[in-house]
């Protein structure tokens, strides 16, 4: 059984931002919302305020990375995003990178097996995108 934690996933993309939410002992993790990422300091403020209502200890952003494990453009963007909403989070908050290579596609084949089309699924992909980044994470830390 893990140790008690309060996690916060992030699914970033330059058009919507998805966010999912672990249970309290860090077993599970649930979709919260998903954030229009138009405007990225409202985007980034949003964020900010739901980890201090929430008081997140981690947050764990996913790093979409070429399909060879390399960097590109779209990492570039996702860490300048986080330098952005370093200064809105608490100074004790760690900050968490995952590949996220294969979650959309992982939380869209879930989403068909619950009965969601993909035009039905638009709205929650990417907070159940960013469901399969916390729950990555939860796993790796209970060590399952």
């Given at each position: 059984?893990?140790?008690w934690v309060?996690a916060?996933g992030?699914d970033?993309?330059t058009?919507r931002?998805g966010?999912?939410?672990?249970d309290?002992?860090?077993l599970?993790?649930?979709p919260?919302?998903t954030v229009?990422a138009?405007?990225?300091?409202?985007?980034?403020?949003?964020i900010g305020e739901?980890v201090r209502?929430r008081?997140?200890?981690h947050?764990?952003?996913?790093?979409p990375?070429?399909?060879?494990g390399?960097?590109g453009?779209?990492?570039?963007?996702?860490?300048?995003f986080i330098e952005r909403?370093?200064?809105?989070?608490p100074?004790?908050?760690?900050?968490?990178?995952?590949d996220?290579r294969?979650?959309t596609?992982?939380a869209m084949e879930k989403?068909?097996a619950?009965g969601?089309?993909?035009k039905?699924?638009?709205?929650?992909?990417?907070?159940?995108?960013?469901?399969e980044?916390?729950?990555?994470?939860?796993d790796?830390?209970a060590?399952?």
């Amino acid at each position: 059984m893990s140790d008690w934690v309060r996690a916060m996933g992030v699914d970033y993309g330059t058009a919507r931002i998805g966010l999912a939410v672990s249970d309290d002992i860090g077993l599970l993790a649930h979709p919260l919302e998903t954030v229009p990422a138009a405007d990225l300091d409202r985007a980034a403020a949003r964020i900010g305020e739901l980890v201090r209502e929430r008081r997140t200890e981690h947050l764990v952003v996913g790093l979409p990375l070429h399909m060879n494990g390399s960097e590109g453009d779209a990492v570039a963007g996702v860490r300048r995003f986080i330098e952005r909403l370093r200064p809105l989070l608490p100074e004790s908050i760690s900050i968490h990178e995952m590949d996220e290579r294969h979650t959309t596609r992982n939380a869209m084949e879930k989403l068909h097996a619950a009965g969601r089309n993909t035009k039905n699924s638009r709205k929650i992909i990417d907070q159940a995108a960013a469901v399969e980044i916390l729950q990555e994470w939860l796993d790796l830390r209970a060590g399952s």
